[in-house]
C-alpha cells in the first residue's frame, strides 16, 4: 500500500528544484548536496494511517534541532532540513513511515558537488615539540587571494571546540591559530586545519610530540675524599651534565648532598654552583669523625624523577 510521497527541493542562488516521486521501492534518484541547504520532504498519502514517521542519515537516527539538522511534521507532511549542508551530509538518509501493522521506507541518496584541491592554507610548521604543562602553538596562513568560506581543525580525529578543554582558536583574514594549554601527553598525535572554498579544498596536518626529558648525570669530582678532625675541613664536589655531555645550568636550589645510612638520605644539604660545580664544603671548626660515610648528590626538578650520583665516601680520621 502506497502511503505518502516525497518531494526533494534544493535552493540556491535564487533558484528553486523540486521532484515528486510517489513511494513505491523503486529506483531512488540522487540529489546533489549544495553550500547552501538540503531539504527532503515526503508528503503524506491521503487516508493512509501512519503512527510513527522518522528519519534516518547514514545509518544514525536524526534528532530535532542536533546537529544541523531540523525535522517538521504535520498532518500532510515531514520535512527534513540540513542547514547548513556540509561534506559529512554526502551519503544517504531514508524517511521511515509505521502504521498498523504496516511499515514502507525510502533511501535517499545524497551526493556532494566535486571538490577540487586547490592551495588554500599552508601550515607555518608541520611538527612540534611540547614540554608537559606547556603549551602548544599551531598556526596556519591563508593563501593570499584564496577564497575560503570555512575552516576549521580537528586533533586526532576530533573537531575542535573554541575555549573547550585546552584549546583556544583565533582566526584572522590572514591566518588561523589554534593553541592547546596547557599541554598534556592526550594532545600527542596531529592535528589538521581543513578549509574550504567555492569547491574547492585544502588541508594541513601538524605533527605533535612530547619532548624527552632531558637525560642528566651526576658526577663527583671524587670517589673518596680524606679529612682531618677540626682541620682544613673537606669539600664534596660534583658535575651534572645533558646527554652532550655540556653542564646542564641545573640551578643550585634543585641541588643537595646527603648522607646515606641504610639505604636512606639523611642529613641534606645545600649546595653552592660555581663554574659548573656544586659543591658542599665541611668547615673544619664543625667536621668530626663521626661525619665519615657514604654522600651522594640528590638532582630533584619539577615532574621528574630525582638524579642521583654514585656515592662519595668520606673518611674523617682524628686530629694529630
Not at 29 to 53: R, S, Y
Not at 77 to 102: E, H, K
Not at 170 to 185: E, G, N, Y
Amino acid at each position: 500500500k502506497q502511503w505518502y510521497q516525497r518531494r526533494v527541493a534544493i535552493t540556491a542562488g535564487g533558484t528553486e528544484d523540486s521532484e515528486e516521486i510517489t513511494i513505491t521501492g523503486e529506483e531512488v534518484t540522487e540529489e546533489d548536496l549544495i553550500e547552501a541547504e538540503i531539504v527532503l520532504e515526503v508528503t503524506k498519502i491521503p487516508d493512509a494511517t501512519i503512527t510513527e514517521i522518522w528519519w534516518e542519515c547514514n545509518g544514525e537516527r536524526v534528532v530535532h534541532k542536533e546537529g544541523n539538522a531540523k525535522i517538521k511534521d504535520t498532518a500532510t507532511m515531514s520535512r527534513l532540513t540540513l542547514d547548513p549542508a556540509t561534506q559529512t551530509d554526502v551519503g544517504s538518509c531514508i524517511a521511515f513511515a509505521r502504521g498498523v501493522g504496516t511499515e514502507d521506507s525510502e533511501e535517499i541518496t545524497i551526493t556532494g558537488e566535486e571538490v577540487t584541491e586547490e592551495d588554500l592554507i599552508e601550515a607555518v610548521e608541520t611538527s612540534v615539540t611540547f614540554a608537559d604543562g606547556g603549551q602548544i602553538v599551531l598556526e596556519v596562513t591563508k593563501i593570499p587571494d584564496a577564497t575560503i568560506t570555512e575552516i576549521w581543525w580537528e586533533c586526532n580525529g576530533e573537531r575542535v571546540v573554541h575555549k573547550e578543554g585546552n584549546a583556544k582558536i583565533k582566526d584572522t583574514a590572514t591566518m588561523s591559530r589554534l593553541t592547546l594549554k596547557p599541554a598534556t601527553a592526550a594532545d600527542v598525535g596531529s592535528c589538521t586545519c581543513f578549509a574550504t572554498g567555492e569547491g574547492t579544498e585544502d588541508s594541513a596536518e601538524i605533527t605533535i610530540t612530547e619532548e624527552e626529558e632531558e637525560e642528566l648525570t651526576v658526577t663527583p669530582e671524587k670517589t673518596a675524599v680524606n679529612c682531618k678532625e677540626r682541620k682544613k675541613g673537606c669539600k664534596l664536589s660534583f658535575t651534572i651534565t645533558n646527554a652532550a655531555g655540556d653542564n646542564a645550568g641545573v640551578s643550585a636550589k634543585n641541588v643537595k648532598v646527603c648522607k646515606v645510612a641504610d639505604g636512606e638520605f639523611t642529613k641534606c644539604s645545600k649546595v653552592k654552583a660555581k663554574k659548573g660545580k656544586y659543591r658542599l664544603k665541611l668547615k673544619k671548626k664543625k667536621i668530626k669523625i663521626a661525619d665519615s660515610g657514604e654522600y651522594v648528590c640528590v638532582v630533584t626538578e619539577d615532574g621528574k624523577d630525582p638524579v642521583v650520583s654514585v656515592p662519595v665516601t668520606l673518611t674523617v680520621t682524628a686530629k694529630n
